[in-house]
């Protein structure tokens, strides 16, 4: 049985109320921030857990914390990142929709320690219903004062305001966030400078994604030296992990890290296997943005060694024969499913998602997903398939924000492991049109 | 002052200076192309990504190289800090790559479009652009449209840099247009029921890189190259009245600003000299204008080829001709 921080009490009748919450031991840690500690130390405990972001890139929150511009008279900002809007990505969902006070809690704690008298929750424009779930909460937050002027007689005050976006996946790049919440366009900026020096309003901001805000309450809940004891040693504590795919029971689990991915994939308690009796064909351990891992690398690594849920071991062997943790959505694709009609529509899912801002990125990702469109429905030639490949190196690392490599990793991992695949789509494209690649025995058409 | 390698010249600038200026500064051919920064207005740059360099060593304290390409328009340079512009490979490679998908979706109709011949983008591709497309799709399709009274959009030709979208901003009371959609369907558009307006609306068409944005009183009069470009001024209450006035024998075709070297307004009195929509629309007669001298221009242009009554004495070949 995996040990349980975040997630334990969901069960919980009612946990979405401030009375059970509280009665389960819900804000123990704005107490104990508040009252024994200083914001510095509730910093150094966060920095001292190796906390590592949860939203996809894994830079430790504490090092950004410290990061963080503390000039006189300037306002400071934390910014809670809730545009989750990568596909197969639905935790922070859950995490709010079901628990939305351990945000809450976690945002006070961290405002706090960061000094900021004002907080955002960034919200997805499609998890509209989430926001009156945690408007209601922080209203009740209010009531009950923990959040307004002077948090619980400590001379603190804080304002936490939800905002929705519109629902661009864009959004979620801090930058983009930013202008978004300042009510423009949202364009990721150009870095430097980082929004640990300019960010809100031009005031020293700090982006962080929900579930590393809500692990800051057990983290200082438990102590860090507690906390540090799960997970593996570069890899602390648990994390949440949007199972979705041809499983047999995706859905959303908390993991300590360093547990291996046979056993999160096929064990009782877990995922429960593969569908319908299926063999596994390949998975993206990570949102759809990280590269692509075909069977035989899933539960290994390319020496042999067994793959963990964690950041270090899902990246052995970079991206050649391996991977990224990312934001946790691990997608499982059984021996029906098609690479390249998968690929393809990841493609368009980021063509349709780029701002536009930076040529590589506005016209690359269209002009990928309109080749992948072509070899997926027969339209294909295997110059075509070295085309790929070129435009997504070019893309790669020349654009202003991720948005550029997250579309190329996939296609470039996606050829890099399936090549045959690709070229069975140009060489059958009478098929092509009519089936799946591997699908001899079920027909239905595309 | 901090020290900046740049191609093995060594120049010495402002802190905070970023890459691209440090090597305006220095100036030759150690200048990376900008398609999207403007210095005069703020907050351009970072879009086209054709400034890109290579940063071999981040600075003295911490020399090691930078692992992607930086650009170099908002780059600031550090103290001992070695970039790799043209002496780069990888600069060159991916210059490319940029240019091409600058082109993927430009109609390459420069026959018939009025910026050509003094266009940034027909630089580049001659540059760093290949000589065959890769592009088998059909590429974006937009009419061309009004976006004032004097002033054509052909969204085809645009290539995104926002540099109208800051004139607008910074040098108009109020924007009316900006960018609408995302991705590959970014284009430039009003407001609805709105259209470009103001007394200087007309400098988005200088600062515009491409043909994208065009004079409405310019258009297919004259090729850029049978005009005589002549600095001109004259006395107006709104800008600073100094131009260059095109001609043809003693017809004025259009009026544009000064420009410098790296194709921005020049600055005049510490100012840039942006002019006015009277000056520019308004005074096509030679009586308003003082001429002042020929311009000078670059002996590359293309306009350049011999359209004085003097020989330009830095093209030796017309006295050959003659």
Same mark, same amino acid.
């Given at each position: 049985m995996g040990r349980k921080l975040?997630?334990?009490?969901?069960?919980?009748?009612?946990?979405?109320t401030f009375e059970v919450y509280r009665r389960e031991g819900g804000y123990r840690s704005v107490e104990k921030a508040l009252k024994t500690m200083s914001p510095q130390e509730v910093v150094e405990e966060v920095q001292k857990s190796a906390l590592k972001g949860r939203?996809?890139?894994?830079?430790?929150t504490g090092m950004k914390w410290s990061f963080l511009a503390k000039p006189e008279g300037i306002p400071r900002y934390l910014v809670c990142?809730?545009?989750?809007?990568?596909?197969?990505?639905f935790k922070d969902r859950y995490l709010m929709e079901k628990i939305p006070h351990l945000l809450i809690e976690g945002m006070i704690t961290s405002s706090y320690a960061l000094g900021a008298n004002t907080s955002h929750i960034y919200i997805r424009g499609e998890y509209m219903f989430v926001l009156d779930i945690l408007e209601k909460a922080i209203a009740e937050a209010y009531e009950k004062g923990f959040?307004?002027?002077?948090i619980l007689g400590s001379g603190y005050d804080l304002d936490l305001y939800v905002s929705p976006g519109?629902?661009?996946?864009?959004?979620?790049?801090e930058t983009a966030l930013l202008e978004s919440l300042e009510g423009k366009r949202g364009n990721p900026r150009m870095k430097p400078p980082f929004p640990a020096v300019k960010g809100l309003f031009g005031c020293p901001t700090v982006v962080n994604n929900v579930e590393s805000i809500a692990t800051v309450v057990p983290i200082i809940n438990m102590g860090a030296d507690e906390y540090l004891k799960i997970g593996t040693e570069k890899s602390s504590g648990t994390k949440l992990i949007s199972a979705s795919g041809n499983l047999v029971r995706p859905g959303v689990y908390e993991i300590e890290l360093g547990l291996s991915v046979e056993e999160f994939i096929y064990g009782d308690e877990w995922c429960?296997?593969?569908?319908?009796?299926k063999k596994i064909?390949?998975?993206?351990?990570?949102?759809?943005?990280v590269p692509i891992l075909p069977a035989h690398l899933i539960t290994k690594t390319a020496a042999g060694e067994t793959r963990y849920m964690s950041y270090e071991s899902l990246s052995d062997g970079g991206f050649a024969s391996g991977s990224m943790l990312g934001s946790g959505g691990f997608i499982v694709f059984d021996e029906d499913q098609c690479i390249v009609r998968n690929t393809w529509n990841f493609a368009r899912f980021y063509a349709h998602e780029?701002?536009? =801002?930076?040529?590589p990125c506005r016209e690359g990702t269209g002009w990928m997903e309109k080749v992948l469109y072509r070899l997926e429905h027969g =339209?294909?030639?295997?110059r075509d398939i070295e085309l790929l490949e070129q435009i997504n190196k070019k893309i790669e690392g020349n654009t202003i924000c991720p948005l550029g490599d997250a579309a190329a990793w996939p296609v470039a991992a996606a050829i890099r492991h399936f090549r045959e695949e690709f070229e069975w789509h140009v060489t059958n494209p009478q098929e092509a049109q009519t089936r799946n690649y591997g699908l001899l025995k079920v027909t239905e058409t595309l | 002052m901090v020290k900046v390698t740049i191609d093995d010249v060594v120049i010495e600038v402002e802190p905070g200076t970023t890459i691209l200026n440090a090597a305006r500064q220095a100036g030759g051919d150690i200048v990376p192309p900008a398609?999207?920064?403007?210095?005069?207005?703020? *907050?351009? *740059?970072?879009?086209?990504?054709?400034c890109l360099v290579e940063?071999?060593?981040?600075?003295?304290?911490d020399p090691r190289p930078m692992p992607k390409l930086v650009a170099s328009c908002s780059t600031p340079v550090m103290d001992g800090m070695i970039v790799k512009n043209k002496t780069s490979e990888r600069v060159h490679e991916n210059r490319g790559a940029v240019t091409e998908f600058l082109l993927i979706?430009?109609?390459?109709?420069c026959p018939v479009?009025?910026?050509?011949?003094?266009?940034k983008l027909q630089d580049l591709a001659f540059d760093?652009?290949?000589?065959?497309?890769?592009y088998e799709e059909p590429r974006r399709k937009h009419e061309p449209v009004d976006i004032g009274n004097t002033i054509k959009l052909n969204q085809d030709r645009?290539?995104?840099?926002y540099r109208c979208v800051y004139v607008g901003n910074?040098?108009?009371?109020?924007?009316v247009h900006g960018v609408m959609h995302? *991705?590959?369907?970014?284009e430039i558009s009003t407001y609805?029921?709105?259209?470009?307006?103001?007394?200087?609306? *007309?400098?988005m068409i200088d600062v515009c890189?491409?043909?994208a944005l065009t004079d409405k009183t310019f258009r297919?009069?004259?090729?850029?190259?049978f005009l005589k470009p002549m600095n001109a001024s004259c006395e107006c209450t709104k800008c600073a009245g100094k131009a260059v006035v095109w001609m043809f024998g003693n017809q004025i075709y259009r009026v544009t600003v000064r420009k410098d070297e790296y194709d921005e307004v020049q600055m005049i009195d510490g100012k840039p000299a942006w002019i006015c929509n009277e000056c520019r629309y308004?005074?096509?007669?030679? @009586?308003?204008w003082t001429i002042e001298e020929p311009l000078k221009l670059?002996?590359?242009?293309?306009?350049?080829?011999?359209?004085?009554?003097?020989?330009?004495?830095?093209?030796? @070949?017309t006295k050959n001709l003659k």
């Open positions: 975040l997630l334990e009490h969901i069960d919980v009748p009612g946990i979405e939203g996809g890139a894994g830079f430790p990142n809730a545009d989750e809007s990568e596909p197969g990505t959040l307004g002027k002077n519109g629902g661009a996946y864009i959004c979620g790049e429960r296997g593969i569908a319908n009796g064909k390949a998975c993206i351990p990570g949102g759809s943005s780029s701002c536009g =801002q930076c040529s =339209q294909g030639n295997m | 398609m999207c920064y403007y210095s005069k207005l703020e *907050g351009s *740059g970072g879009k086209c990504r054709t940063v071999a060593a981040g600075s003295e304290k979706n430009h109609p390459l109709d479009c009025d910026q050509a011949g003094e266009c760093h652009g290949a000589a065959k497309t890769r645009c290539i995104l840099c910074q040098l108009c009371d109020s924007r995302r *991705g590959e369907h970014a609805i029921e709105n259209s470009v307006d103001n007394e200087f609306s *007309g400098n890189p491409v043909g297919f009069k004259s090729r850029v190259w308004d005074k096509k007669d030679v @009586s308003k670059k002996r590359t242009s293309v306009i350049s080829q011999g359209h004085y009554d003097k020989p330009n004495p830095l093209n030796d @070949s």
